[in-house]
């Protein structure tokens, strides 16, 4: 039999051992799934959204619980477990007071007696999700996709096992069909195999990633194979630009902040900071020194600010693209290294002087390091926002709003914020451009995407004539 281990990853000590899912266990599963969303379908709306909102009363009972699970699995401050959680329920209840009007026929004029248009459940989901969030990114697309009267399948991250498996007891203990919604916990040798006969099998009706550019690819190329839907929420390079006449003490403190939170694992964090050439002096001077007073250390403990990153793997990757961008050239003014002791930390890290060529600049830093890249005014800001293959979020810094709208809409991105980190809301649609993925979750655009839109055209008597076009 074989087996998944985690561990905790501020002390490097074993928590749990899971038995992983044989090729039959897993196939049941499957057919448990699609045996279950048939009678959930079935369900009328608002019986679905009563089970809802016993999910996000669940996880509010269970708040403490499961934040510790959450930290002790990928090394998250106790405070931001604790908001992941709170968050999760506020989607829940959202979509239980708000399904039944986004999936609602609509009426439309035509020529026929009748016509309108219907959202219809796919089937079965098949979600594949990572670590960084790992209650949040699986009720994200959980919420939506059973409300639209969809099962769900989940392969999560390996060292966040338990949370799959606790989502998976809450939404059935709050009153799901069993087997709707099914973690399954497979070998990390088998996992491509397995994903892709699993978007293969015709009773999955759709496939969600929120992953790596990689993972994405290979997981919209099964999918497009077997010609079903898919959503991509890939990687991001947010540009977080700061104009001339931005409050520098307070964006400094957010730019912190932001960057840093979860560890810098976050693919909307502001990962490339462009600063304006006449500000980014001292801009730079005040982020040093709000990083610097950050705590780093034990995620359980009150007053931590920046835990471990979640695997070791993970920030010895940080740490040679660090390396690799001063060599290039680029100015390391703090941390830089990793700390001393058990677990997996990182000092908290701002680079200098990143242009073009450095990874810094060019690919994807997870992980808790700042890189300030100098613009030359208002265009050149622009360019360098633009110049990435990424196109998650951006924001904008000023002190006119109306400036920062207009910088924004020059930027290609799937969120705009001004004055504002970039985060999710359940009321906004969120996703990506370019290699940041395709299609949306949240809001209304969220839970279309797990749904097939019928047309409906009703006459009260056979039709005089056929159509003479298609």
Known sequence: MTTLVTSNPATGEQLAEYATLTDTEIDAAVRGADEAQRAWAARPIGQRAV????VAAILRDESDDLALLITREMGKPLAEARAEVEKCATTCDFYADNAAAFVADEPVATSADRSWISYEPVG???AVMPWNFPLWQVLRFAAPALMAGNGGLLKHSPNTTGCALAVQRVITAAGAPEGLFRALVVAEADVPAVTQRLIADPRVGAVTITGSERAGRAVGAAAGGAIKKSVLELGG???FVVLA???LPRVAALAARGRLLNAGQSCISPKRL?????VAEEFTRLLVAEVEGLVVGDPEATGTHVGPMARADLRDGVHRQVEASVAAGARLLTGGRLLPGPGCFYAPTVLAGVRAGMPAYDEEVFGPVAAVVVADGEDDAVRIANDTRFGLGASVWTADPDR???????????????NAIVASDP???FGGTRASGYGRELAAAGIREFVDVRTWW?????AGAAPVSE
């Open 404 to 418: 920062g709208v207009a910088v924004a809409r020059r930027i290609r991105s799937g969120a705009a914020f001004v």
């Open 274 to 278: 462009v600063v304006d050439a006449t």
């Open 427 to 429: 009321r906004m649609p």
């Open 124 to 126: 079965v989901v098949l």
């Open 245 to 247: 006449d931005a409050d």
């Open 237 to 239: 390079s947010d540009p």
């Open 51 to 54: 089970a809802l909102h016993r």
């Open 458 to 462: 009703v006459l009260d008597e056979p």
